[in-house]
């Protein structure tokens, strides 16, 4: 079904931003339902916890709005809650006819999910479900998929340095957030049954607080003070990753102990290229944009859509329509296929002393 579902996604991607009004995105009337230019409200979390959502999310769905005809106000809460309610506030005040959020966490989202509701505003869930919420659709990557990816490449990267009953450590994302959960769902599926048999052993296992890197560093060196014959470390993103790696480097064993990442960030793949994180997770953000920008026109203009597959939230017991996306493993042999995808360029990559290795991994 997930595969038919990519193909759908992308269709709909597709349809919706060829057929929508090609006008500027102050104008007045594009034809929709009411009669009135559709308007589209986004709040993204943070841009501490990852680049990515000012680099990246913002920036392919402004692009995707645009090319929709369609005006839209994209805003950042910068980890505030209240500043992310009062932004909701906002938007729906100034007429919002659809709001994309991405929750700070459950319990911020969903009062805000459920005021955007009260007011007739459709509502999407867009990478983080709301657990409890009252969003429509929800438009994210196959999480479980993407941790159980970690734990592969973790497996894979112990493997490949002879490792042998190696002590793993986890450096879990955020407790309230559920994607953090699904991640280590999905890498727990892949290490439990090695620590069960023996062949691994487990050991520190902490969640960072909202994703703080500063927090990350702290939390880690607790855990190498506690297990300094760590051999392996599962972080949930590359940010914790590189906090770990310089817990590492000042005990002179960065590049000994395999870490994971997620994001594909600059930094991230910087580390990997030089031998210190063995591999990241790419997840391709301008299909991810584009599939919750193609949606969110969809319903501004007073249409459903059935996404073809839908995703459990436990606490509110509702199945919500869901777009799940495929997420893909990186190591340093195909670092390429981001620089590839566009979601980096060779001269971002590839500066300082990131240079030599570039030209080593074959980076065009």
């Not at 501490?48 to 999310?57: I, N, Q």
């Not at 998929?145 to 793993?168: E, I």
Request: hydrophobic share 40%; proline share 4%; glycine share 10%.
């Amino acid at each position: 079904m997930r595969k038919g579902l990519l193909f759908a996604t992308a269709a709909l991607a597709a349809t919706l931003l060829t057929t929508a009004t090609a006008c500027s995105s102050t104008g007045s009337d594009s034809g929709s339902a009411g009669g009135k230019k559709p308007k589209i409200g986004v709040i993204l979390p943070d841009s501490k916890s990852s680049v990515r959502w000012e680099t990246a999310d913002r920036t392919y769905l402004a692009a995707a709005f645009k090319a929709a005809g369609v005006d839209y106000d994209i805003q950042n809460a910068e980890g505030d809650k209240q500043a992310f309610q009062t932004i909701a506030d906002q938007m729906i005040t100034s007429g919002v006819n659809v709001l994309v959020i991405v929750n700070l966490d459950s319990g911020t989202g969903k009062a805000v999910l459920d005021k955007a509701k009260a007011q007739g505003v459709a509502t999407i869930d867009y990478d983080r479900l709301t657990l409890g919420g009252s969003a429509q659709y929800y438009v994210s990557f196959d999480n479980t998929q993407v941790g159980k990816l970690q734990g592969q490449g973790l497996v894979k990267c112990l493997a490949d340095n002879g490792a042998k009953n190696p002590v793993v450590a986890e450096l879990n994302g955020s407790p309230t957030d559920n994607n953090a959960t699904l991640f280590a769902d999905g890498y727990n599926s892949v290490l439990d049954p090695l620590y069960a048999s023996g062949e691994y052993t487990k050991g520190p296992n902490q969640s960072v607080p909202d994703w703080d890197n500063a927090q990350a560093q702290t939390i880690f060196e607790q855990m190498y003070t506690s297990r300094p014959d760590l051999a392996g470390v599962l972080a949930a993103n590359d940010g914790l990753a590189n906090s770990a790696i310089a817990v590492l480097r000042k005990n002179h064993r960065n590049g000994q102990v395999p870490i994971t990442g997620q994001d594909a960030t600059v930094q991230g793949l910087q580390n990997i290229l030089a031998g210190d994180q063995c591999m990241t997770v790419y997840k391709a953000v301008k299909k991810e944009a584009d599939a919750a920008a193609a949606l969110a026109v969809e319903l501004a203009g007073g249409k459903k859509s059935d996404p073809g597959a839908t995703v459990h939230d436990p606490t509110g017991n509702r199945d919500v329509p869901a777009v799940l996306l495929a997420p893909q493993a990186i190591f340093k042999d195909n670092v390429q296929d981001v620089v590839t995808d566009g979601y980096v360029t060779k001269e971002q990559l590839c500066t300082g002393e990131y240079a030599e290795p570039c030209t080593k991994a074959g980076i065009k």
